[in-house]
Each structure stands twice: as structure tokens, then as C-alpha cells.
Nanobody, 116 residues
Framework: QAQLVESGGGLVQPGGSLRLSCAASGFTFSTYAMSWYRQAPGKERELVAGINSLGGSTNYADFVKGRFTISRDNAKNTVYLQMNSLKPEDTAVYFC?????????WGQGTQVTVSS
């Protein structure tokens, strides 16, 4: 049974940093593209960043370019999101997603709150 478990969220001051992790199990992690999404209250879920199965290609939403970095460790079945220079508007529940052809798996999300 495929499972994704996010961790690393929390409360941080503006300008601070957090590192999110998403641990995968139950499927062949190294064959799936991985991505991070976020959803703020009252808003639609939006793509934050993505990385291909081998980690050689990444993409970012314009609103996080230069601040966030996605990476993966296929030996540990884990994808990361390093978030720097956080802003109040980054406050949201962050979800990881695994994708391969018609297979998609989602985690349960981790809350990130940026506030002074």
C-alpha cells in the first residue's frame, strides 16, 4: 500500500527557514516524479515545485523561485523541500505527491505557518 508521510512543518517567523520531508513507502519511489503542492485556507491547491524520478530536472512556481529548493534521495525514499526567506503568504498546508503515468499518490499534508 502506497504511503507518503510529510514532516517538518511548523511555525516560523518571516525570513526564516524550514525543511520539509516526505517519506515514501509501498511503491518503487525511484520511478516516480515527486512534487510539492500547497493549499492555503479558502484557496485552491497549487503546485510549488517538482522533481523528476532521477532528480536531474526540477521546476518551480514563480512565487518560490530563488527561495525554495526541491531535492530527493532515492536511497532513502524521501523528497525534501528546503524553504528559505519565508513570507506570511507562504502559510499553507504543504502536500507531497508521487506521479507516474496514471498513478498518483498524495500525503496527508503538513502545516506551515509564517508569522511574527
Amino acid at each position: 500500500q502506497a504511503q507518503l508521510v510529510e514532516s517538518g512543518g511548523g511555525l516560523v517567523q518571516p525570513g526564516g527557514s524550514l525543511r520539509l520531508s516526505c517519506a515514501a513507502s509501498g511503491f518503487t519511489f525511484s520511478t516516480y516524479a515527486m512534487s510539492w503542492y500547497r493549499q492555503a485556507p479558502g484557496k485552491e491547491r497549487e503546485l510549488v515545485a517538482g522533481i523528476n524520478s532521477l532528480g536531474g530536472s526540477t521546476n518551480y512556481a514563480d512565487f518560490v523561485k530563488g527561495r525554495f529548493t526541491i531535492s530527493r534521495d532515492n536511497a532513502k525514499n524521501t523528497v525534501y523541500l528546503q524553504m528559505n526567506s519565508l513570507k506570511p503568504e507562504d502559510t499553507a498546508v504543504y502536500f507531497c505527491k508521487a506521479s507516474r503515468l496514471y498513478d498518483n499518490y498524495w500525503g496527508q499534508g503538513t502545516q506551515v505557518t509564517v508569522s511574527s
